[in-house]
């Protein structure tokens, strides 16, 4: 059993005639449940290691210079400035201790009378210590931002090479993973070669440049139709990407990716977006955990064996007979969990009994470039110019806040009318060494561009 050391209590969180619940995560689930919990009887303390929420599905478009990081990222503060019964702190929650109801975070320590998870997944590199090492994942704003740097101080750099052999794999990008997000990255990344870097490079010739998406399985976007996985891949070829279908990659160090039995690639610029891994904290009992790491809940979103712990989201694996492996890591379920747990806890207030989470699939769609995209709704899938403009009116309507939703629209009027995204400037943070440990706060070390 994990016991927290003895720590201080996280200071200046007020003491309350209420339950206390504390929500580990703002993602998606966390912060649906926080806001519906908004003015009821319970105290609620969400934590989360950024002082922002981050929108996940335009995170491809900050790598690619189309949006902005503050587009994509929400100040949590400002979303609780009405709400006494919602305290939020940033902190790192490392450890459980389940028996006296305590979590150890970087702030200190701190109880709860229900804790909720949603710590949502990260970056799965399948053990490979080399590709997680040179290879550029994009799980964060912060990692969308580490690729917009390195993609363009590539060119910086190729253009001050005199060979085309030198400039190659400067050039080329090789994108891993055939899901929504490797398709809408190839897409994006494709444009700009198309449309963009010519204009800003005109001595460099962009035939040299290849934009290659590579999947280990026989389709791209498995889970959709049969028709959007052909016209998607249709699209991404129209564009000039090679995808390279039931292809593994081996081994990449830094410079050249080894392919199972095809020839290797030279880049020094490796996407990884081809899986994911929960997040976890110690303490969880190994018997809560699922063979992927997912912690696994009945149909409450209640952790097994616990009377008082809940898991939501990308975290949780909920087996149903629709869904006996588990519902898709997808943001619709994370939010529909997390309003069935909210209406749950609110009957837990009048004494009612909690009703099981069903969950209702409103479809999937991807976007591969400009009036190119597919739509799987659960009665009809679609695709080409109608299905882009959906794709775009469903994200502009899903990020939050007003001033965002108009900055967005303003960016992709001017992207798509213009073809000139105006973002493809080189800012690295520069911290001086003797801040940096303050400035870390025992987080994720920060990227600096390249
Ligand atoms: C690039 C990309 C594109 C995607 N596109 C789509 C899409 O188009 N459609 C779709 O439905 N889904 C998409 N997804 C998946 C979707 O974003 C996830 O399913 C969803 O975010 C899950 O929500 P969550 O609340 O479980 O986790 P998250 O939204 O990931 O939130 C987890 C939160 O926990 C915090 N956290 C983690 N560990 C700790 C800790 N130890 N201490 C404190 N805080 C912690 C994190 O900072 C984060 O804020 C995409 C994902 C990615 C990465």
């Known amino acids: 059993m994990i016991t927290v050391q003895e720590l201080t209590p996280i200071p200046n969180i007020p003491k309350s005639n209420y339950r206390r619940i504390v929500i580990v995560g703002a993602g998606f689930a966390g912060l649906k449940l ?11 303390v969400l934590l989360d290691k950024n002082n922002y929420h981050q929108f996940q599905p335009l995170l491809y478009q900050v790598a690619t210079a189309a949006l902005s990081p503050s587009a994509v990222s929400f100040p949590l503060r400002r979303l609780f400035h009405k709400t006494e019964n919602i305290i939020f702190r940033m902190a790192v929650v490392r450890k459980i201790d389940k028996e006296k109801k305590l979590l150890e975070t970087n702030l200190g320590q701190l109880n709860y009378d229900m804790l909720v998870l949603s710590q949502g997944a990260n970056t799965n590199f399948f053990g490979n210590k080399n590709i997680q090492t040179h290879a550029a994942p994009m799980k964060s704003t912060s990692e969308a931002l580490y690729i917009r740097n390195k993609i363009i101080s590539n060119y910086e750099r190729a253009v001050n090479l005199p060979t085309v052999e030198e400039r190659r794999p400067i050039m080329n990008v090789v994108i891993v993973g055939g899901g929504a997000t490797g398709v809408e990255l190839a897409g994006a990344i494709a444009e700009l070669r198309n449309h963009v870097f010519p204009k800003d490079y005109p001595q460099l010739s962009f035939e040299n440049m290849r ?45 050249s990716v080894q392919l199972k039995d095809k020839e290797p690639i030279q880049t020094i610029t490796l996407l990884w977006a081809a899986g994911i891994k929960a997040n976890s904290l110690l303490g969880i009992s190994p018997e809560q955990i699922s ?36 519902h898709p890591q997808v943001a619709q379920v994370a939010i529909q969990q997390a309003s069935n747990l909210a209406n749950n806890l609110k009957l837990d207030l009048k004494g009612k009994p909690w009703k099981p989470f069903k969950y209702r699939d ?24 109608f299905a882009w403009l959906v794709w775009l009116f469903v994200h502009l309507m899903a990020i939050l806040g007003v001033k965002n939703k108009l900055i967005i629209f303003i960016n992709w009027a001017w992207k798509y009318l213009a073809f000139d995204p105006s973002l493809r400037l080189l800012i690295r943070p520069k911290y001086i060494k003797r801040h940096k440990r303050e400035w870390l706060l025992d987080q994720d070390e920060p990227e600096e561009g390249s």
């Open 291 to 326: 063979k992927n790491g997912r912690l696994i809940v009945d149909e409450n979103n209640r952790l097994i064996n616990e009377d008082a712990i809940f898991v939501l989201g990308d975290q949780c694996v909920q087996k149903d007979e629709k869904y006996p492996e588990g």
């Open 34 to 44: 926080a806001q519906k919990l908004a003015k009821t009887d319970y105290q609620v």
């Open 211 to 255: 934009v290659i998406l590579i999947e280990a399985g026989g389709s791209l976007l498995a889970g959709l139709s049969e028709s959007s996985r052909g016209k998607a891949k249709s699209y991404l070829e129209k564009l000039g990407v090679e995808v390279m279908l039931n292809t593994m990659v081996e081994d990449y160090d830094g410079f």
């Open 362 to 385: 409103l479809g999937s769609m991807a976007t591969v470039g400009k009036k190119m995209a597919v739509v799987d709704l659960p009665f009809i899938s679609f695709q080409g110019i």
